[in-house]
């Protein structure tokens, strides 16, 4: 903003005077800036932003229902597509193959507690059996989650390392005597179990395969520890769950469609 002097005629004579005497005229001052006048400032940089964190209560919820086997809750928070995803549809599928059979696949949710650290963005997992039963305590902890921008859970690191390595990839299927057998899903385990979780769409009802052999990529032939299994029903889809100790993926699995007829199955 620029002042404008007003010199009144007595201050022009008397500075006409100066001029003819020889004295110099003040020095001109530098204009200084006025008050409220702005000021440069440099912006304020960007954060970027963290899905993670902006949502690190739906990782909890996804965590917790995931140990209770509630499907329901925890597929929406999933990306689609995702390991995240493949991981509750295997919950899922597994928990139908364990009612089928007979078991509470809530049996153990009790034993479950969970401890999250926002900051550090981890949530620790501890299991105590209350059942009786003596299963091992178990302690572990999943972090390193990756999620979309819109916030849906893709992945995350847990005991055995990321969840796409734990995760079979491969959903191989075959169809014989009116009885189609598809890989559903296929898990390794904390404790180094392979757990195969088939589905059979059958058009005749009859009994499943209740031991079929897994020949891992070792080649040692294996039968299954445990097995979720029931009567397949005519015109019905039904879950199958068998798991194979100390395995890893990479191997095949025979499965009997009847006495005489198997079928084999990639597992990877």
């Known amino acids: 903003m620029k002042r404008t002097l007003t010199l009144t005629a007595a201050a022009a004579i008397t500075l006409s005077l100066a001029a003819c005497s020889g004295a110099e005229a003040p020095a001109e ?12 400032t440099s912006p304020t940089p960007t954060e ?25 809750v925890a597929m929406p928070l999933t990306a689609k597509d995702s390991p995240a995803a493949e991981y509750v549809a295997y919950i899922r599928d597994n928990a139908l193959a364990e009612q089928t059979a007979g078991f509470d696949p809530h049996m153990f949710d009790d034993g479950y507690s969970f401890d999250d650290d926002e900051e550090k963005q ?30 849906k859970i893709e992945s995350w690191t847990g005991a055995s390392g990321s969840i796409e390595k734990v995760l079979g990839k491969k959903h191989d299927k075959q169809k ?36 079929p052999v897994y020949v891992g990529p070792d080649g040692v032939a294996r039968k299954p520890a445990q097995v979720n299994a029931t009567d397949l029903v005519e015109g019905a889809t039904s879950y199958l769950s068998f798991l194979y100790q100390d395995a890893d993926f990479g191997g095949k699995l025979k499965y009997l469609v009847d006495y005489e007829t198997p079928v084999t199955l990639t597992i990877k």
């Not at 949502?55 to 909890?60: G, M």
């Not at 620790?124 to 916030?151: A, C, E, H, L, V």
């Not at 296929?186 to 395969?209: Q, R």
């Open 48 to 72: 970027e932003p963290d899905p993670v964190a902006e949502n690190w209560d739906d990782i909890v919820t996804f965590v917790e229902a995931v140990y209770a086997n509630d499907a329901d």
């Open 176 to 211: 014989a005597k009116g009885q189609k057998v598809t890989v559903a899903h296929a898990y390794k385990s904390n404790s180094g179990t392979v757990v195969i979780v088939l589905k059979v769409d059958s058009e005749t009802g009859g009994y499943p395969d209740y031991a």
């Open 122 to 151: 981890e949530v620790d997992i501890s299991f105590r059996d209350t059942t009786g039963n003596g299963s091992d305590p178990q302690d572990y902890t999943w972090s390193d989650w990756k999620m979309t921008d819109d916030g």
């Open 29 to 40: 001052q530098p204009a200084t800036s006025q008050a409220g006048e702005s000021e440069t």
